[in-house]
């Protein structure tokens, strides 16, 4: 079993629905990542979370330490959202590393 | 800032020959981490370095991987002898103590 799970794997939309993607996890953390991979295959980090909720434009991170789940969500979605989205763990322990969930394929049709 | 750096930005070559990746960190930076990224695998953690000196390098494959950071601007991965399933896209990323990680655009390498 891997120790990040994401679901769905893939997700279709049309432009302007409300988006969400979900990761779970099995190990401690010290901190949760969510990154967005665009076709071009450049990877960009979107967030960084150890608890609570985050929030940038349209993208919203949230956490729950307790249930080892995290959630993004994209409201008023756009075609140009259209990315992998990756969830990402560094595991307590005072190690820099991640691990990472498979990713989630989103297309947004216009 | 330019960002992180690699090169070549694509790669292909033949088996058995010997493959080097280059990757500049962003000034400052004291992580520096190398990825390999694979449809069956995703991404994966090969090596990473803190201030030039590796710390963690269970993710490296074999013996035919090989990673060096002589100094605090310049690292490399290198693959010798190269093997058809070598063949994924490797990015070098780098950060601040316990920081948001910044990925290089990646080497997309292909062992025929």
């Known amino acids: 079993k891997n120790e990040v799970e994401q679901s769905p794997q893939n997700l279709t939309a049309q432009e302007g629905e409300f988006i969400t993607i979900n990761c779970s996890y099995s190990?401690?953390?010290?901190?949760l990542h969510w990154l967005q991979q665009h076709p071009g295959g450049g990877i960009v980090s979107l967030f960084m979370l150890s608890s609570g909720k985050k929030k940038h434009g349209r993208l919203i991170a949230t956490i729950n330490i307790q249930e080892k789940h995290s959630s993004l969500h994209i409201t008023a979605s756009h075609p140009r959202d259209s990315a992998v989205y990756i969830c990402?763990?560094?595991?307590?322990?005072?190690?820099?590393?991640?691990?990472f969930g498979k990713g989630t394929k989103l297309t947004v049709n216009p | 800032d330019a960002g992180v750096i690699q090169s070549p930005r694509h790669e292909v070559t033949e088996m058995g020959q010997e493959v080097t990746l280059r990757c500049k960190p962003i000034s400052g930076h004291d992580y520096l981490f190398w990825y390999r990224q694979t449809m069956m695998r995703g991404l994966e953690l090969l090596i990473y370095f803190n201030n030039n000196v590796p710390i963690d390098d269970s993710g490296m494959p074999e013996d035919r991987f090989s990673a060096k950071m002589p100094n605090a601007s310049f690292s490399t991965l290198k693959i010798q002898p190269s093997e058809p399933r070598d063949s994924a896209v490797y990015f070098c990323?780098?950060?601040?103590?316990?920081?948001?990680?910044?990925f290089g655009p990646g080497t997309r390498l292909l062992v025929l």
């Open positions: 990402a763990v560094s595991p307590q322990g005072g190690s820099e590393k991640l691990v």
């Open positions: 190990v401690g953390i010290s901190a």
């Open positions: 990323a780098s950060s601040l103590w316990q920081g948001t990680q910044y």
